[in-house]
């Protein structure tokens, strides 16, 4: 039974935004405490929400940024992003942004950048500790992240660095999508010659926050070799890519597998964690991994 309902909340996920609503409905309400729409920039209205484990005490904080396409996207749909990575112990922010066609890049970059001064500033009040902070974030989101982590202009242009980041997590990850040849993308990403700015990849210095990059081989919206190259750049310049391969997760269920009727059919959220807690609470530097699991059911 609970193989079914997973097979066809997959399906949902897979047809429709529908999806996410089924997996904050069934969404666990105990073990933690939501604040919902905090404003973190007031010139903007924009607003995050707040996910506190019971009892967090100096926990880490992870800045999680939605998937959409650099398009769509609202905090309230990843209730169950929150939920999962509260059960972790960890202090969960979900920020909106402002997205296209309202805004181009890297607008929506500049808006994460201001959503992690903001964490920074206010989350001790919420069990966190600002100086173990992680950014993490799917499809467009992890591009988002990523952007963060790889170029220290976002953070700087708020008073920070990159140093304020003890690591990022990306699934499903576009970082390498050169050429540009959709005319949304284009228009989001242009004009032309500003497109190199807009590739994560163009960044890698050896110097980032240590990342794990995280894909599933059955992909078929952002190919896998975005996080394959990304991870090998990284390596060849000196800093610390973890990566994890699925070979039977599509691009929607490697985040569905947060959500709690699917969190067995992949280690998604193990994987998570352990990443979290090995950067949160120890040295920042260690060899890099590469790993191909596979899901659990």
Known sequence: MKRLLGTVICVLLLSSCTGTGVLNALASTSGYQPALNLIYDEGRDLRADIYQPDGAKAAPVVVYFGGGRWTTGDKQDYEFVGEALASQGFVVVIPNLRFYPDVKFPAFVEDAARAVKWTRSVIGRYGADPDKLFVMGHSSGAHI???????????KEVGGTRRWLRGMIGLAGPYDFMPITDPDLRDIFGPPEKFDESQPIRFVDGENPPLLLMHGEDDEVVWIKNTRNLAQAVRRAGGVA???????LAHTRIIGVLGAPLRGFADVLQQIAQFVNKYAYTDRTSKPSDIKTTPLR
């Open 145 to 155: 992240a990523s952007i963060l982590a790889l170029n220290d202009r976002y953070l």
């Open 242 to 248: 973890e990566t994890v391969y699925y070979p039977e």
